[in-house]
């Protein structure tokens, strides 16, 4: 079936070190890939998408590309802050009639200062 | 811009009574999902609606849960006869189809359900 496999957390970092949230799917055809961000006492919120393979989504500089070699979709920002501190969600939608996504267990991100 | 908006935001009830929460989906968003999410879990998909039409359910919903659309707008979500292990945080997202572009959701801020 489909599934995603995030990268378990906590993962605790230094202000302006780097980041990667590493995150692998399992689906049939051709998904759209998501990375939502959850801030502590808020919904989620969409990250960054992308639809195809190679392609690369980015916002806010965190950047993920689209590997179908790989089955990878891997969260990665160059200098994280501390308000980066959330949890990081993967998930896919595999589309051509169902549109629910799938997401993974997600990964929480602690910045510390 | 208004987003997604659930209501309530909280709710604690007893063990075998039953509960209804609403979604207000963006304006002119056709679907409407519902998602459930347990701690430290992501959110899993529980059933979605297109219009009016409710064209997916997942198997997590069992005959207790029931969800509705009436008109194509808002949502109700209904647990009858709750159980513990139905506390949960439940999701409500819309999103608005388009040919040729993936269903991007947005997500409201959840309904917090505590079963005593």
């Known amino acids: 079936g489909n599934s995603v496999t995030q990268m378990e957390g906590p993962v605790t970092l230094s202000e302006e070190a780097f980041l990667t949230i590493n995150c692998t799917y399992t689906a049939t055809g051709y998904p759209s890939l998501f990375w939502y961000v959850q801030y502590p006492g808020e919904g989620l919120q969409l990250l960054l998408k992308?639809?195809?393979?190679?392609d690369k989504g980015s916002n806010k500089g965190f950047e993920a590309t689209y590997r179908k070699e790989t089955t990878s979709f891997h969260l990665e920002k160059g200098s994280v802050q501390v308000s980066d501190s959330a949890v990081y969600f993967c998930a896919l939608c595999r589309g051509s009639g169902t549109y629910k996504y799938i997401f993974g267990t997600g990964t929480r991100l602690k910045v510390l200062a | 811009d208004t987003g997604v908006s659930q209501d309530p935001r909280h709710k604690i009830t007893k063990r075998g009574q039953n509960v209804t929460f609403r979604c207000d989906p963006i304006?002119?968003?056709?679907?409407l999902y519902w998602y459930r999410q347990t701690l430290g879990q992501g959110p899993e998909f529980l059933t979605y609606f297109q219009n009016e039409a409710q064209l997916e359910k997942s198997r997590l919903l069992s005959d207790r849960f029931s969800a509705e659309r009436p008109k194509g707008s808002f949502s109700t979500l209904e647990i009858q006869r709750t159980e513990q292990g139905d506390s949960a945080m439940y999701l409500c997202a819309s999103s608005l189809s388009l040919a040729g572009d993936p269903d991007t959701q947005y997500f409201g801020p959840g309904t917090r359900l505590t079963v005593l």
């Open positions: 992308a639809t195809k393979a190679d």
């Open positions: 304006s002119e968003h056709n679907r």
